[in-house]
């Protein structure tokens, strides 16, 4: 996965135009980053990291001087990854497919992330600004989704961004050791709702 470039450097701390090869060190220590923190948890040592990406600890508290602001790096980094699928999918299957296909990956996202959930919500300035920069992503590339599956008539036009992405989280939440099984098959079938009720409505 790709991380934006205005993103690495909103995440980064230097305010110097990044070199090409400045901004892959800093794509590979946020996605090692992630892989660590899902193995180890978000305690786990820079060090660690550093030997992963193959960088020294001096490059990660470079751009990341508390550990806040690499955790709140990665959590911008796999929004954007799931965000961004909402074009690709649209492009590569019809509408009512790409909502699936979209919603699937969100739930793969929500489950992934109740690693970082801990420091999320632990009222750190590093991660003030997250909720908004969830709904300012995520609202939009579902709204896309929507608005193509509705005007083919394959879900009802009604439904909300907002409202689907806080019905999923909510189905997600009771996923036992981050096990999505159960978590996909609810999601499912809410979308399920949305088609009966645009069936319901051309009969």
């Known amino acids: 996965m790709s991380v934006k470039k205005s993103e690495l450097e909103v995440s980064a701390t230097t305010e110097r135009p990044m070199r090409a090869d400045a901004r892959r060190n800093l794509t590979l220590v946020v996605e090692t ?7 180890a948890g978000v305690d786990a040592p820079m060090r660690e990291i550093a030997e992963k990406a193959g960088v020294g600890v001096g490059t990660i508290y470079r751009h990341f001087p508390q550990r806040s602001d690499l ?7 796999e929004v954007d990854a799931c965000a961004d699928a909402a074009s690709d999918l649209l492009h590569q299957h019809q509408p009512g497919e790409a909502l699936d296909r979209w919603m699937q990956r969100y739930v793969d996202f929500l489950i992934a992330k109740r690693g970082l959930a801990s420091a999320l919500y632990s009222g750190g300035p590093s991660f003030e600004s997250l909720p908004a920069y969830f709904d300012s992503r995520f609202e939009p590339a579902l709204q896309s989704i929507l608005d193509a599956a509705a005007a083919s008539g394959e879900v009802s036009a009604d439904a909300r961004p907002h409202d689907l992405l806080r019905a ?21 079938l809410l979308i399920d709702g949305l088609r009966y009720r645009a069936s319901t409505r051309t009969t």
């Open 71 to 77: 955790i709140a790096a990665v959590f911008r980094h």
């Open 33 to 39: 980053a992630r892989d660590v923190f899902a193995s």
């Open 168 to 188: 999923a989280a909510s189905l997600c939440a009771p996923s036992n050791k981050g096990d999505p099984t159960m978590a996909r098959w609810l999601v499912a």
